[in-house]
């Protein structure tokens, strides 16, 4: 869950076979940067496969933020393949359907779609606009920790930290982690820390 979490984070995503794509949102739409980077080999050819692997890359990343609305890819190089980039955009996000639509590879090199929007981007119930974990987060980051602790250490008992906004919402997942490790752990709110300071510790 966490490595999940840490790809709803993330901006850059590397690429299978090498290079990356950079995938922002703004207001009006959400943009996919295709980079080359150190892929060798006929220059023609490394696009080529750049592109494929960044639709296959950015359709997963896209799902898992939970980001709809115009997607427009800015693809690598020259001379696109656009039937073969167009079907294998259909490949990758067919599992959103239905309300995919796919248009054509402008002369600039842009691929632009449009994504059904289904649910509220997954971003925004963890950070806030200012881009500072959530306290509903963060409790769910403080709980997993503890258990963590508690799995790596059975018979010692837990103390952790947090924020005061962490403690008040981490009330509601309390009974739960009591009811899997036992209750051996407490938790104690520090003014004037940040959401995503979290400290835990077994004695």
Not at 29 to 56: F, H, I, P, W, Y
């Amino acid at each position: 869950m966490e490595a999940a979490e840490a790809d709803i984070l993330e901006t850059v995503f590397a690429l299978p076979g090498g290079g990356d794509a950079a995938i922002e949102t703004t207001r009006a739409l959400t943009s996919v940067d295709v980079d080359l980077g150190g892929r060798e080999g006929d220059a023609k050819r490394a696009a080529r496969q750049a592109n494929m692997a960044a639709l296959g890359v950015s359709a997963r990343v896209l799902r898992l933020k939970g980001l709809g609305g115009l997607v427009v890819f800015d693809l690598v190089g020259r001379g696109h393949d656009g039937q073969a980039l167009t079907v294998a955009a259909r490949n990758a996000f067919a599992p959103d359907n239905p309300g995919v639509a796919i248009g054509a590879i402008s002369k600039f090199g842009a691929l632009e779609m449009a994504l059904p929007r289904r649910s509220r981007p997954v971003m925004e119930r963890l950070v806030d606009a200012r881009g500072a974990w959530t306290p509903a987060y963060a409790a769910r980051r403080l709980a997993r920790a503890l258990e963590r602790e508690g799995r790596a250490d059975p018979g010692g008992r837990l103390a952790a930290r947090c924020a005061p906004a962490v403690l008040e919402a981490f009330a509601e997942l309390d009974a739960g982690l009591a009811e899997r490790l036992g209750r051996r752990f407490t938790v104690v709110a520090e003014p004037g820390w940040s959401n995503d300071r979290i400290e835990v510790s077994a004695a």
